[in-house]
């Protein structure tokens, strides 16, 4: 059974940073692609970031490119997301889950690409 689980969430004021943890079981994390996404209130969920599944190649919204990292550690199954600098337009409960490309260096940030969601952990930004 698929399980995500994330971390990491919390209020911070704007200029702060936030990492964010994803602990993936239930398949073999080595073989998918992970992204993260997110959905503020009212709004569609949309994608932040993905890592392929071979050489770590990554990919980034426009909205968070050079203030968002992602990374993964296969051998701990997890994936993170640190937000630096973070904006009022931040804040959403932010997702993480596996895609299979057949193309081990590509990913995308295409929600239709992606399932088993978990519960999401939220970032609030507030001064």
């Known amino acids: 059974q698929v399980q995500l689980v994330e971390s990491g969430g919390g209020l911070v004021q704007p200029g702060e940073s936030l990492r964010l943890s994803c602990v993936a079981s239930?398949?073999?994390?080595?073989?998918?692609?992970m992204a993260w996404f997110r959905q503020a209130p009212g709004k569609e969920r949309e994608g932040v970031s993905c890592?392929?599944?071979?050489?770590?190649?990554?990919h980034y919204a426009d909205s968070v490119k050079g203030r968002f990292t992602l990374s993964r550690d296969n051998a701990k199954r997890t994936v993170y997301l640190q937000m630096n600098g973070l904006e009022p337009d931040d804040p959403a409960v932010y997702y993480c889950?596996?895609?299979?490309?057949?193309?081990?260096?590509?990913?995308?940030?295409?929600?239709?690409?992606?399932?088993?969601w978990g519960q999401g952990t939220q970032v609030t930004v507030s001064s």
């Open positions: 890592i392929a599944s071979g050489d770590d190649i990554t």
């Open positions: 239930g398949f073999t994390l080595d073989f998918y692609a």
């Open positions: 889950a596996p895609g299979y490309y057949t193309d081990s260096l590509r990913c995308g940030l295409v929600v239709a690409d992606y399932g088993s």
